[in-house]
Nanobody, 115 residues
Framework: QVQLVETGGGLVQPGGSLRLSCAAS????????MAWYRRAPGKQREWVAT???????SYLDSVKGRFTISRDAAKNTVYLQMVSLMPEDTAIYYC?????????WGQGTQVTVSS
């Protein structure tokens, strides 16, 4: 069974930093683009960043220069390093494949940016 487990969220003040982690099943990790998505309160889920199997990243314009996506093949894990966080980054963050997410999403990890 495919599993996606996101961790690392929390409450942080504006300007703060967090690093999210997502552990994925080997079967889906090795040959897939892996991505982070987020769902803010009252909004639809949106794509945030993608990293290819070869490590090529792409980002939503509003997070460019602040977020960095990376992957560790040995650990089947994808990361999202977030700095200079803003209140509008508050959301539940999920990882999944890209551009076609798997049907089964993980539980996500809550990121709250507030003073």
């Amino acid at each position: 069974q495919v599993q996606l487990v996101e961790t690392g969220g929390g409450l942080v003040q504006p300007g703060g930093s967090l690093r999210l982690s997502c552990a994925a099943s080997t079967r889906i990790f090795n040959n897939s683009n892996m991505a982070w998505y987020r769902r803010a309160p009252g909004k639809q889920r949106e794509w945030v960043a993608t990293i290819s199997p070869t490590g090529r990243p792409s980002y939503l314009d509003s997070v460019k220069g602040r977020f960095t996506i990376s992957r560790d093949a040995a650990k089947n894990t994808v990361y999202l390093q977030m700095v200079s966080l803003m209140p509008e980054d508050t959301a539940i963050y999920y990882c999944n494949t890209s551009p076609f997410p798997l049907e089964n999403w993980g539980q996500g990890t809550q990121v709250t940016v507030s003073s």
